[in-house]
């Protein structure tokens, strides 16, 4: 059973950063491609970006592209989410997801319980 506890959220004015974490635990964590999700209000859970096993492959939602940047370091248990020229519209919470790679991202395993990203206009 993998934990996995999301940090860094907040609130950010337009065209602000912010890094977000994902500490897993409970598992061997580079036996598991890593993915950022999110959901706001009144909408369904959406993709963001994800990173294979080892980190070498990662992949982003077009609306991200450019502006997030996914990592993890497998000596920390840590995933990361670099964001930067937010934007009102990237207002959700921000879920981590363990789970599985061929070739992109596949599915979820598991799932962290989420951190508030607000982003003011």
């Known amino acids: 059973q993998v934990q996995l506890v999301e940090s860094g959220g907040g609130l950010v004015q337009a065209g602000g950063s912010l890094r977000l974490s994902c500490a897993a635990s409970?598992?061997?964590?580079?036996?598991?491609?890593m993915g950022w999700f999110r959901q706001a209000p009144g909408k369904e859970r959406e993709f963001v970006a994800a990173?294979?096993?080892?980190?070498?492959?990662?992949a982003y939602a077009d609306s991200v592209k450019g502006r997030f940047t996914i990592s993890r370091d497998n000596a920390k248990n840590t995933l990361y989410l670099q964001m930067i020229n937010l934007k009102p519209e990237d207002t959700a919470v921000y879920f981590c997801a363990a789970g599985q790679w061929a070739s992109r991202w596949t599915r979820a395993d598991y799932w962290g319980q989420g951190t508030q990203v607000t982003v003011s206009s």
């Open positions: 409970g598992g061997t964590f580079s036996n598991y491609a």
């Open positions: 990173t294979s096993y080892s980190g070498g492959k990662t």
